[in-house]
């Protein structure tokens, strides 16, 4: 599972546990504070119940009717109250009232519950003793919505107590206010829970993203990408990402200096090996012509050694630079002209004609020195796998938003296998003239020097014969 999966589900799962915390105490506490407060509001009126009976004693004697007229009056009444999504139209209130031995005297349901005893009932029986009179008792046992709430007021004369009034609420009455209150509280939830998922999937990934992008660095250096680290997300990630770079840089340095001792070793060997050869037959007699030879032979690998050197480390340096120096707006036909001057001799020596078609007007950024060179060993290049009395043709023109620098040539072309590898350092296939191969290195030195100015190398064989070089360039 990836870590933002793990972040994302982290969250769902205390999401899910805190909403049925919170739907467990909603459905625990909200009918009772709805019961709390009903029955609040009893007290009070079975107080004014029991004032108001006090004020029509007759010598300390109850007087039912007064109740009697009171809900009589009470239960005529058709009205529509609007409280809140709720409509009442009906008064939902009984009363009862009884003496001071809890025999029942009045009773707003009916005459069928008068002169029975309700003095063990704790409504009646907590009250005639001082205290609060309160209970709720269920009509049918196995309903818990048939609850009636019981709330009980003493009536006094002179000080004694002479009777009890109850107040009668069913609690079916208070359930529409209880389910609108749910109803309403399950919306609020379910926003908060949505709004809870969103926090969630930004939160996973804000945490998630910068690692992925690390991860994608760490991907792109196996491909030898010039990037840089991320530098998004919390500061120990970056501190991450700058210390996979120092590593990289190191272990990639390491590798570069392995790799380029085995490969001069292994380029070496053979001109050294000719060198050897040919100075040891020179201590032995022989004919001039052939001394001559041996000795042709010395400084053309001589001069093998020191161009592959020189060519070593010019690519060496050039791929350990990460920017452009001395950089400068370049006018292409300018460039073309210097190359086209300094490769003349060359050129006339291997007996090859020189073309050149640029369009006017192209500029581009760039470091004048490393371009040169670049195009200086694209011809080069074409030179030596030319014949004498072919053609090389240098062109520059506006390909979209790039300069397309091409260097063709009349050979023999580029074999099939070798395409692919031509970049390659030390990749070098035999001329067509001679047979001999160059150092490997110039076409490695064309691809690092297009890929720092940002754009890239490219090479194919033409229909016609010959091979195309080609440098694309931003403009």
Known sequence: MTLKARVLAGFLVLLAGGLLVIADSVRRELRERYLEAVEETLNDTVHVLAALMEAKLEEGVLNPAVLDEVFREARSRRFAAQIFDYTKSRVALHAYATDAWGIVVFDSRGDATLGQDYSRWNDVYLTLRGEYGARATRTDPADPASILLHVAAPIRHQGEIVGVVTVIKPQDSVTPFVQAARSRMLTAGLYAALAFVALSVVLSLWVSRPLSNLSAYVRSLKERENLRPPRGGAREIRDLGDEFHALW???????????????????????????????????????????????????????????????????????????????????????????????????????????????????????????????????????????????????????????????????????????????????????????????????????????????????????????EAVILLPV
């Open 249 to 467: 840089q190191e272990l990639r340095g390491k590798r570069y200096i392995e790799a380029y001792i085995q490969t001069l070793t292994h380029e070496l060997k053979s001109p050294l090996s000719t060198i050897r050869g040919a100075a040891e037959l020179l201590d032995e007699e022989m004919s001039d012509e052939r001394r001559r030879a041996f000795h042709a032979a010395i400084q053309r690998e001589t001069g093998r050694i020191d161009a592959l050197i020189l060519r070593m480390l010019e690519l060496a340096a050039l791929e350990n630079r990460r920017e452009l120096q001395q950089v400068e707006h370049i006018p292409v036909d300018e460039l073309v002209g210097e190359v086209a001057e300094s490769m003349g001799p060359c050129l006339e020596a291997a007996g090859v004609e020189l073309r050149v078609a640029v369009e006017e007007g192209l500029t581009v950024r760039g470091e004048r020195f490393l371009l040169r060179h670049a195009l200086v060993n694209m011809l080069d290049n074409a030179v030596r796998y030319s014949r004498r009395g072919g053609a090389i043709q240098v062109s520059a023109a506006r390909q979209h938003h790039q300069v397309r620098l091409a260097v063709a040539d009349t050979g023999p072309g580029i074999p099939e296998f070798a395409l692919e590898r031509v970049f390659e350092r030390f990749y070098a296939l035999p001329g067509p003239a001679d047979g001999a191969k160059g150092t490997g290195l110039g076409l490695a030195f064309v691809r690092e020097a297009a890929a720092l100015h940002g754009g890239r190398a490219e090479i194919a064989n033409l229909p016609c014969g010959g091979a």
